[in-house]
């Protein structure tokens, strides 16, 4: 089956700093790319859609100036979180999906430890 | 988009049956419905995906009535390793994945 790739798995870093999250389509070219964060114990909470070659499209509260997202390919979506914070403590999921549709392959996630 | 609302959480005993239902009442005409699994600390995969009726797959069954608005995943004969947390997703596709709670199912030996 399809698979995403999502590095790193965790990431410590100290507050404010900034950290680059990749995911990737490794074997078929991912129309829409989405990034969750999911805290202990709740459901995905989806962040933003993002479309090759357009700018992403944020849920409402996610600030856009601190989760950028790049999608600069079919294949490789970038999420930053900028001047990260403790609160910003979380764990990162990104998702894409061929075309319409079609079923959402899921990256790993990644831990983000910010202190 | 449409909401979906799942038991919290469910018990199960290994080689049991489980049925673990989804009521989606808004469902639109487009929207198909999509089962996920997720472990702790890991990203959700791909169970089944359906539209209407039922389809099975090597790993569950899903039925869907005729009206749609709810959704039942079955898993046959669960083992401890199917321990984990159930989403059921309805969408058409597009632009937004928003996902429920989720149904957190403990197998038990």
């Known amino acids: 089956g399809a698979v995403v790739s999502q590095h790193p798995s965790w990431v410590i870093c100290k507050s404010g700093t900034s950290v680059k999250i990749e995911c990737r389509s490794l074997d078929f070219q991912a129309t829409t790319m989405f990034w969750y964060r999911q805290f202990p114990k709740q459901s995905l909470m989806l962040m933003a859609t993002s479309n090759e070659g357009s700018k992403a499209t944020y849920e409402q509260g996610v600030e856009k100036d601190k989760f950028l997202i790049n999608h600069a390919s079919l294949t490789l979506s970038t999420l930053t979180v900028t001047s990260a914070h403790p609160e910003d403590s979380s764990f990162y999921i990104c998702?894409?999906?061929?075309?319409?549709?079609?079923?959402?392959?899921f990256g790993s996630g990644t831990q983000l430890s910010v202190l | 988009l449409a909401k979906t609302t799942q038991p919290i959480s469910m018990d199960s005993y290994e080689g049991q049956e489980v049925n673990i239902t989804c009521s989606h009442n808004?469902?639109?005409?487009?929207?198909?419905i999509t089962w996920y699994q997720q472990f702790p600390s890991q990203g959700p995969r791909f169970i089944i995906q359906?539209?209407?009726t039922k389809v099975t797959n090597e790993v569950a069954s899903l039925f869907i009535p005729a009206d749609r608005k709810s959704s039942t995943l079955s898993l046959p004969r669960v083992s401890l390793s199917d321990t984990a947390v159930y989403y059921c997703l309805v969408d058409t596709g597009g632009f937004k994945t928003i996902f429920g709670a989720g149904t957190r199912l403990f197998v038990k030996a």
């Open positions: 808004n469902i639109a005409t487009n929207d198909y």
């Open positions: 359906g539209y209407k």
């Open positions: 998702s894409a999906r061929q075309g319409e549709a079609e079923k959402l392959f």
